[in-house]
């Protein structure tokens, strides 16, 4: 009795040399592709300063900070580093205060001070200049268009220096951009436009 005879396997053939080229230049090809697209995402979200957010909220949020200047009303330099800079730019989260004159190369571009802007400027600069102020940060926007880092800013006697300026009727509630005191930053407006007090003076 003979034994059953065994099936051959087909025997694999390997692709032609040109193909297998052409297969790994198109893989190399994919994975550069890819390894750009994700070094352009990594640039736009540093741009955005996404990157940044988990470390400014653990430099920042709650803490202490000496104000070592006073841009106007509403922005503050306080003393700790911040990129090749050793200060740190905020911007006072929620409100606005009237802008300072600006001079320019092209004196057609200068523009004059806003009413109230000095008076707003001493404000800050008294509440705060060369003092300790702790800082409040919202977890989902930081930082604004020009990499300034938005904060609540509280003063060392606990009072907030954001609605100091508003009841005194030298900023206004900026409401483009939610928070978790827009609501009282918007009724201590209404207060002091009711009072007629600082920017609302002979105003309806």
Not at 26 to 55: E, P, Q, S
Not at 73 to 94: H, N
Request: aromatic share 6%; glycine share 6%; with cysteine.
């Amino acid at each position: 009795m003979t034994a059953p005879r065994r099936k051959s396997r087909p025997r694999r053939t390997r692709p032609p040399l040109n193909e297998f080229l052409a297969h790994r230049r198109k893989r190399r090809h994919i994975i550069a592709a890819a390894v750009a697209i994700a070094l352009l995402a990594l640039a736009l979200a540093d741009r955005a300063g996404w990157l940044l957010a988990g470390d400014d909220l653990r430099r920042y949020d709650g803490r202490s900070f000496r104000v070592t200047r006073v841009i106007d009303g509403d922005t503050i330099d306080i003393a700790a580093p911040d990129g090749d800079s050793p200060t740190t730019r905020i911007r006072l989260w929620g409100i606005d205060t009237p802008e300072l004159a600006r001079t320019y190369d092209d004196p057609a571009k200068d523009r004059p001070a806003e009413s109230f802007a000095d008076e707003a400027t001493h404000f800050t600069t008294q509440a705060c200049l060369n003092q300790p102020v702790q800082l409040t940060l919202e977890p989902h926007r930081l930082r604004g268009n020009y990499g300034r880092l938005l904060a609540h800013i509280h003063l060392p006697d606990g009072s907030s220096l954001n609605e100091s300026l508003l009841t005194a009727g030298l900023a206004c509630a900026d409401q483009r951009f939610s928070h978790r005191w827009i609501d009282r930053y918007t009724l201590l407006e209404d207060q002091a436009r009711h009072d007629q007090l600082g920017i609302w003076q002979n105003k309806p």
